[in-house]
């Protein structure tokens, strides 16, 4: 089975403080995601990775930055907190052979800035 | 940009009740579209994946369907049980890229 590791399930940090999450997965998958999860809009995505070193924005990158070293780790960075950041932060990851591979996702991590 | 609306936003069934719940897209350049199960403070569980080519998939009680056309899928749960009670997510993903544009979901309440 796929395993999406999420460092930590609860957080609590304060504004202006350098934030970071961090993703690990098992299965040598090409493809990461960071997603954040906020009731009445969904889950959006802020930022993924097709590969070591590679990113690309997703639909709110605002405020976020993201590391991908290793295949295995993606890290999501918030370079200064803010309280409108606080939220469910969810990691994915999938393979991009074929069509029929779902993406995976870790627990979440649910963030509170204070 | 692609919109997924998901109805009704909540259900509750009696136990044993065969339900459908809904998904609709506004953009019908997908490859696929995903279903998944979210207990709460969890994350997410895939249950279901359709490509683009296909019109449905079974799992178990679960059976999705998917008019790409029409853009709709839909997702069928055979004789629920209160082990059902969850959040559901449709997501589909749009042609030449990998992420997905999720739906605000479905919250199943099965009442024993």
């Known amino acids: 089975d796929v395993k999406v590791t999420q460092s930590s399930r609860y957080l609590v940090k304060r504004t202006g403080e350098k934030v970071f999450l961090e993703c690990v997965q098992d299965m040598d998958h090409e493809n990461m995601f960071w997603y954040r999860q906020d009731p009445g809009l969904g889950l959006r995505l802020i930022y993924f990775s097709y590969d070591v070193k590679m990113k690309e924005k997703g639909d709110i990158p605002e405020g976020y930055s993201v590391s991908r070293e290793k295949k295995e780790r993606f890290s999501l960075i918030l370079e200064s907190a803010s309280t409108n950041q606080t939220s469910m932060y969810l990691c994915?990851?999938?393979?991009?052979?074929?069509?029929?591979?779902?993406?995976?996702f870790g627990d979440g991590t649910r963030l509170s800035i204070l | 940009k692609q919109e997924v609306t998901q109805i009704p936003a909540a259900l509750s069934v009696p136990e044993g009740e065969n339900l459908v719940l809904n998904c609709s897209f506004t953009?019908?350049?997908?490859?696929?579209l995903q279903w998944f199960r979210q207990d709460p403070g969890k994350g997410l569980t895939s249950l279901l994946l359709i490509q683009s080519s296909q019109r449905e998939q079974t799992s178990g009680r679960l059976n999705a369907s998917l008019d790409k056309s029409s853009g709709r899928s839909t997702l069928y749960i055979a004789a629920s049980q209160p082990g059902d009670s969850a959040t559901y997510l449709c997501?589909?993903?749009?042609?030449?890229?990998?992420?997905?544009?999720f739906g605000t979901g479905t919250r199943l309440t099965v009442i024993p």
């Open positions: 953009d019908s350049a997908i490859y696929n």
């Open positions: 994915a990851s999938s393979s991009p052979r074929g069509l029929a591979e779902p993406q995976h």
């Open positions: 997501a589909v993903s749009k042609t030449g890229a990998n992420n997905l544009f």
